[in-house]
Nanobody
């Protein structure tokens, strides 16, 4: 059974950093592109970043480019999102998901998410 569990969220001041993790189980993790998404209150879902199966290719939304880094450890079946120079507008619930290669089209269910709150 597919399971994704996000962790690492918290409350930080603007300019600070956080590293999110997503532990995956129940599917052949290394065979799938993975992505991070976020949803802020009253706003639409946003695809933040995605990564190829090997981790050698990445894509970032313009809103986070240069500040966030997506990575993965296939041996540990874990996806990461390193967030730096955080801004109040980064405040959201963050979720990981399997995606169709090179897109933000989700495959399967969401995990519980992890909350990131950035204060000014």
């Amino acid at each position: 059974q597919l399971q994704l569990v996000e962790s690492g969220g918290g409350s930080v001041r603007a300019g600070g950093s956080l590293k999110l993790s997503c532990a995956a189980s129940g599917f052949p993790y290394s065979n799938y592109y993975m992505a991070w998404f976020r949803q802020a209150p009253g706003k639409e879902w946003e695809g933040v970043a995605h990564i190829t199966t090997s981790g050698g290719g990445t894509y970032y939304a313009d809103s986070v480019k240069g500040r966030f880094t997506i990575s993965r450890d296939n041996a540990k079946r874990t996806l990461y999102l390193r967030m730096s120079r955080l801004k109040p507008e980064d405040t959201a619930m963050y979720y990981c998901a399997r995606v169709i290669g090179g897109t933000f089209t989700r495959i399967g269910s969401w995990g519980p998410g992890t909350q990131v709150t950035v204060s000014s």
